[in-house]
């Protein structure tokens, strides 16, 4: 499920970058359900009907979630390192089979190079526009399924978000992750 959350905290827009380490822990009851129906192309429909769990999943093959999976599953702690030139998400970071995604700040994507082998994290660049950590995501594995009924994408993915924190009056401080994925192979429009 895609993140998001009223009563955003308030900032000036000439102050340094929020700090955004630590630990999170995920609220499902939060989190903004994936559109249905989903925009998909025919394609897409067609590989979507045709996944086979026992077949088609990779963390029953102890293979990474992949993004954006790592950040909607809601199933996990995610950690948070940040730095002035990139900054770390780690998750599961509890268990041995961690994920490290790099987002690298300042620093423009790449261009395609059909030579680049694409990972289960992806690529990803970052800036800081106001309190807002945006970040642009491409080439990640097209065997990492977007969500757990075996939505699939094409290489072709670009994974768009925006983290920023948030209040919530009962749970305190929240790092909230609005989330839009671009795939003209996998969906017909935008998926928010």
């Known amino acids: 499920a895609m993140a998001s959350a009223a009563a955003l905290l308030s900032w000036s827009a000439v102050a340094a970058p929020p700090d955004i380490s630590g630990t999170w822990l995920p609220v499902e009851s939060l989190s ?4 249905d129906p989903l925009p998909l192309t025919d394609s897409a429909r067609a590989r979507y009907a045709a996944f086979d769990p026992d077949r088609d999943e990779p963390a029953s093959f102890c293979m990474p979630l992949g993004t954006p999976r790592n950040t909607t599953s809601g199933t996990s702690a995610l950690e948070v390192l940040q730095a ?3 900054v770390y998400f780690v998750f599961q970071p509890n268990l041995l089979n961690a994920e490290t995604r790099r987002v690298y700040l300042g620093q423009p994507l790449p261009a395609a190079d059909p030579d680049r082998l694409p990972t289960w994290l ?5 800036k800081w526009e106001g309190q807002t950590l945006a970040v642009e995501t491409i080439e990640m594995e097209p065997q990492a399924i977007l969500n757990g009924n075996g939505l699939t994408h094409s290489g072709g993915l670009k994974v768009r978000e925006r983290w920023h924190l948030a ?7 929240l790092l909230v992750n609005d989330l839009v994925l671009e795939d003209a192979d996998t969906f017909s429009s935008p998926v928010r």
């Open 32 to 35: 903004t359900p994936w559109p």
């Open 84 to 86: 002035s030139d990139r």
């Open 122 to 126: 992806g690529m990803s660049s970052g």
């Open 167 to 173: 209040r919530d009056p009962e749970r305190g401080r």
